[in-house]
C-alpha cells in the first residue's frame, strides 16, 4: 500500500493546490504522511455522517470538495461539530484531504463532471483561466445538448442525471424554450451570471441563485436558469475524481481502494409543494 504522502501527491498532481483561489483552504487537513493507505472514501462534505462511513468502510483517507475549516480556526476541541468531526477522523486514524476551487479549475474537473451528468458534450470553458495556454481549464463550462430539447425536457433531464434532493430543480424560463447549447457550474454560480449571459447560451445550471441576480438576469437576456441543490451538482465529481485516482493507482501498483459516499449531506432535508399555476 501507498503511504499518506504518496496519495496526496497523486491527488494534488490531479488538482494542484495553485489553481485554488486565494481565500479557499485546501490540502490535507489531518493526517500522518508516514501512514499507510489502503482505502479512499469521496465525499462532498466532512460532517459527521461521512465520517461515521469512512470508519464502518475502513478508510484511511477522506477526501472532501468542501473544507472543513475556511476561515480558520483557533480551537479544534470537540465541543462543535467540526472539532468533533477532527477528533473522530484522528482517534481513528483517518485522514482528511481538500480539494476544493482547484478541483472546480481543473480540466476534467468539476463542472466537467455535472456537464456529462445533465447530457451535455464540453467544448470549452464558461471562464477561462488566464494562466492555461491550452484554454481549457478555468470556471464553469460551455457544452452542446444534443439534440435540443425544450427547456421542460431539458430540466426533467438535468433531474434524472443528479442524485435526488428534497428540493429537486428550479427553473426560470419559458418551458417550451428549443434549448441546445448551455453554461453549468458546480456549486452556487450566481457570480457567473454575466459570464453565461455575454457567452450567448440558450440556458445556465448551476445552484444558490439568489432572487434578485436571478430576476435581473431573466430582464437583461432571454437565458433560462436550472438551479439544482448544491451539494447535488457537486456530487457527479466524485466519481471522476475517485477513477483518476484509481487510475493513478493502476499506474503505480498501489493495493488501493476506492469508494464514493452517496450519503445526501445536503442540508435541505423535506419539501412541502404549494398549490402553484404558472
Known amino acids: 500500500m501507498p503511504n499518506l504522502s504518496e496519495v496526496i501527491s497523486a491527488l494534488e498532481e490531479l488538482y494542484p493546490p495553485q489553481w485554488a483561489e486565494s481565500w479557499d483552504a485546501v490540502g490535507l487537513v489531518c493526517g500522518d504522511p508516514e501512514a499507510r493507505v489502503g482505502r479512499v472514501l469521496f465525499a462532498v462534505d466532512p460532517v459527521q ?13 477522506v477526501v472532501t470538495h468542501h473544507p472543513l475549516y475556511l476561515r480558520g480556526t483557533t480551537s479544534v476541541a470537540a465541543t462543535g461539530f467540526k472539532g468533533r468531526v477532527v477528533h473522530r477522523l484522528i482517534s481513528s486514524g483517518i485522514a ?5 476551487t482547484n478541483a472546480d479549475h481543473a480540466d476534467p474537473g468539476v463542472s466537467d463532471a455535472l456537464a456529462e451528468a445533465v447530457g451535455l458534450r464540453v467544448t470549452g470553458p464558461l471562464v477561462p483561466d488566464p494562466a492555461d495556454p491550452a484554454g481549457r481549464r478555468g470556471s464553469g463550462r460551455i457544452g452542446l445538448l444534443e439534440p435540443p430539447l425544450t427547456l421542460a425536457a431539458f430540466a426533467a433531464q438535468v433531474a434524472l442525471g443528479l442524485p435526488a434532493t428534497a ?11 428549443l434549448i441546445s ?7 452556487a454560480g450566481d457570480s457567473f ?4 449571459r455575454a457567452a450567448g447560451v440558450d440556458a445556465y445550471v448551476t445552484s444558490d441563485l ?6 435581473e438576469a431573466a430582464e437583461a437576456a432571454p437565458l433560462a436558469l436550472v438551479d439544482a441543490a448544491h451539494w447535488a451538482t457537486e456530487w457527479p465529481w466524485l466519481n471522476l475524481a475517485a477513477r483518476s485516482l484509481a487510475a493513478v493507482s493502476d499506474k503505480h501498483d498501489w493495493q488501493l481502494e476506492t469508494k ?13 409543494p404549494m398549490p402553484y399555476t404558472a
Do not use: K, M
Open 49 to 61: 455522517d461521512v465520517v461515521d462511513e469512512a470508519v464502518e468502510w475502513g478508510a484511511d483517507l
Open 96 to 100: 482528511l484531504h481538500v480539494a476544493h
Open 167 to 177: 428540493t429537486g430543480v428550479r427553473v426560470a424560463g419559458d418551458p417550451d424554450r
Open 181 to 187: 447549447r448551455v453554461a453549468v457550474c458546480g456549486g
Open 193 to 196: 451570471l454575466a459570464d453565461a
Open 210 to 215: 439568489r432572487h434578485h441576480p436571478a430576476s
Open 260 to 272: 464514493v459516499s452517496h450519503r445526501v449531506t445536503d442540508p435541505w432535508t423535506a419539501h412541502a
